[in-house]
């Protein structure tokens, strides 16, 4: 319920990134932005945060690093920030990855998990990583990323955390993103584009100008950005 209702709530985004403004890796001010300033963030903000509450309320957690698949390579180590919950088992948990599964998913290898977000399974990739894959029919499975189960800490991911906001080869760098579940499927701006996606259909509109993409940051993801 946490899990689905933080990504109800939370949205997935990084116009401080096109804007120039630096995130750093501080709880204090990740919490002061995402719980006082009513905005979002990417992976490591989101996770990174999300990760310190589960811990404060007694889970049993700890930071994994991911490395996402792109259209033409795999992401480096810490590219990306997951956890791992351990309960009576071991539950991937990312509030952190955009339009993706909106309930944890067991740490079973070759289960498929049915999940509003779609189908999910975790195969064996090779004997250091993990390889999570979804799939919207259950029979076209894409590969998303490979993950280690290493303890990681905050400082881990602070490189790749700056060079998702510096480097032109990151796509943080490239366009604008922000995405957020709803009860009937999700919001999400991709750089010019806004998509609403309404129990699997998608309506798409193009967004003119800045004042427009300021409307809608508003208007679906209650951000305002000054």
Not at 45 to 53: C, D, I, K, R, S
Request: aromatic share 12%; proline share 3%; charged share 30%.
């Amino acid at each position: 319920m946490l899990h689905r209702k933080h990504l109800q709530a939370v949205p997935f985004e990084n116009p401080d990134i096109p804007l120039g403004r630096k995130i750093e890796l501080n709880l204090e001010k990740l919490e002061r932005k995402i719980v006082s300033n009513l905005r979002g963030g990417f992976c490591y903000e989101l996770n990174g945060l999300f990760y310190a509450l589960l811990k404060e309320i007694g889970f049993e957690v700890k930071m994994i690093s991911a490395r996402v698949f792109g259209d033409e390579k795999i992401g480096q180590e810490f590219d990306h920030m997951a956890l791992v919950v351990s309960l009576d088992e071991d539950w991937l948990v990312d509030v952190g990855f955009g339009d993706s599964f909106l309930e944890p998913i067991r740490m079973e290898l070759g289960l498929k998990q049915k999940d509003p977000g779609g189908f999910f399974i975790i195969r064996e990739h090779d004997a250091k990583y993990l390889r999570l894959e979804a799939s919207k029919d259950d029979l076209n499975y894409v590969p998303k990323y490979l993950f280690s189960l290493a303890e990681r800490q905050l400082e881990d991911y602070a490189g790749m955390c700056e060079y998702h906001q510096t480097s032109l080869e990151s796509s943080f760098t490239r366009e604008r993103k922000c995405t957020l579940a709803t009860e009937k499927g999700s919001v999400t701006i991709r750089d010019n584009h806004f998509i609403e996606t309404i129990a699997g259909q998608k309506i798409f509109r193009e967004i003119a100008n800045d004042e427009e993409f300021r409307q809608i940051l508003k208007e679906y993801f209650q951000i305002e950005i000054m």
